[in-house]
């Protein structure tokens, strides 16, 4: 039989699951439902919750990534999408211009490196994409409407208020 231990430590109460344990896991939390599952069940949600917050926190620094790196390439960017999509999220950068911007493709390609190298973002699947100067309507064969998460615009023509307000990259400063 597994072992099934409970510790009282800093006044908060403990219980050991021994994933080899073949029992059944009885959870009452106050005023709520009962949850009864297998050991090995209680496991694996308890893994999932941990993934779930750390995909959350992995989120966040791959925005700080990406907001860092369209600061740093401004001037070549006339927008910049990331979006989900069923395989992962998609980051969409339009150029400037119409003709190929090599710099800016070794630079996205370096982005996209580091990131799929980064062992703190190992939850993240990101593909990046860029494209030549395009209308928001050709664009949008990329995305998936209504889930955009971040959009960056240079032409204030070209998208609403509040996208801008709430996803613009701050004002060059030289």
Request: aromatic fraction near 4%; glycine fraction near 2%.
């Amino acid at each position: 039989m597994g072992r099934s231990m409970t510790t009282t430590m800093n006044a908060k109460t403990f219980v050991l699951l021994d994933e080899t344990e073949d029992g059944t896991v009885v959870i009452q939390p106050k005023n709520r439902d009962t949850f009864c599952m297998q050991v090995e069940e209680a496991v694996r949600a308890c893994q999932l919750l941990d993934d779930s917050y750390s995909f959350v926190r992995q989120v966040g620094d791959l925005q700080e990534k990406l907001v860092s790196w369209l600061e740093a390439n401004r001037d070549q960017i006339h927008s910049a999408f990331l979006t989900i999509r069923a395989d992962g999220i998609l980051f969409v950068v339009v150029q400037s211009k119409v003709e190929r911007d090599d710099a800016l493709v070794s630079s996205l390609t370096d982005l996209d490196l580091s990131i799929a190298c980064d062992e703190m973002l190992d939850l993240i699947k990101l593909e990046v994409l860029s494209t030549p100067l395009a209308s928001r309507e050709a664009l949008n064969a990329f995305m998936c409407t209504g889930q955009i998460i971040h959009a960056h615009e240079n032409s204030s023509q070209s998208c609403s208020r509040r996208e801008r307000e709430s996803a613009e990259v701050p004002e060059r400063k030289d």
